[in-house]
């Protein structure tokens, strides 16, 4: 069956040529609940990055727990990223900067050269309803902490977090399902792309 794409990203102009994104850096943080589901979403959003031009050295992948941890993951991240694109300390990397923000790091096995900050990070969570008030206080934290992070750090945190009522419906939207929607993770990743280059010419 072919996969309708009814998103509104599908004729974005910015992803149009495969070197638009030659020059970006993106992050994807994703949480590690429903994995079949969320690895999907994630493949989804890296092919779209990968076809638009964005090198595959220039994208980073982390993982969280849950969705509610993605907010503090994201401004971590991206608070990381602009310590070692400022950092004169060669060879640190960006989990070295997580786990370490401000200490002096000599460099280490996974040490990457020095890089400028994210340009966009891809926020990646499925939160299925369950019988309890859960799903809707974590849904509601992580949407609004999602937020916060972008308009503090004015950088733009793309909102991959699917908040679905069955599994069914999260697997409809990673294109698993047999209604034959497409996978929503390509629509995060050229979304990603799009506000990376916005942003330059909104600086
Ligand atoms: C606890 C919990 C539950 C019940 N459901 C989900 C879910 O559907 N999707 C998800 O990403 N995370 C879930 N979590 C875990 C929370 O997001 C969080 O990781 C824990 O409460 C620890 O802070």
């Known amino acids: 069956m072919v996969k309708a794409n009814n998103s509104p990203w599908r004729d974005a102009p910015a992803n149009t040529d495969s070197t638009t994104g030659s020059g970006l850096r993106v992050a994807i943080v994703h949480a590690r609940w429903n994995t079949v589901i969320i690895d999907q979403l994630v493949a989804g959003a890296k092919k779209n990055l990968l076809a638009a031009g964005v090198l595959e050295e220039n994208i ?3 993982t969280v727990p849950g969705s509610y941890e993605l907010p503090l993951a994201v401004q971590r991240l991206y608070a990381a990223s602009q310590l070692q694109a400022n950092s004169s300390v060669q060879g640190i990397s960006a989990t070295d900067l997580l786990s ?3 200490a002096e790091v000599t460099g280490s096995a996974n040490a990457a050269s020095p890089k400028k900050p994210f340009d966009a990070i891809i926020a990646i969570g499925v ?5 309890t008030m859960h799903f809707e206080y974590i849904a509601d934290a992580v949407s609004h902490g999602l937020m916060r992070v972008q308009l503090d750090a004015g950088v733009p945190v793309i909102f991959g977090l699917l908040t679905v009522l069955t599994e069914e419906q999260g697997l409809e939207r990673a294109g698993l399902g047999n209604s034959g929607m497409h996978n929503h993770g390509e629509d995060w990743g050229s979304a990603a792309v799009e ?5 330059r010419d909104w600086a």
């Open 195 to 199: 506000l990376g280059l916005k942003r």
């Open 127 to 131: 939160l299925i309803k369950g019988a």
């Open 100 to 102: 370490s923000p401000t």
């Open 60 to 62: 980073t992948v982390q």
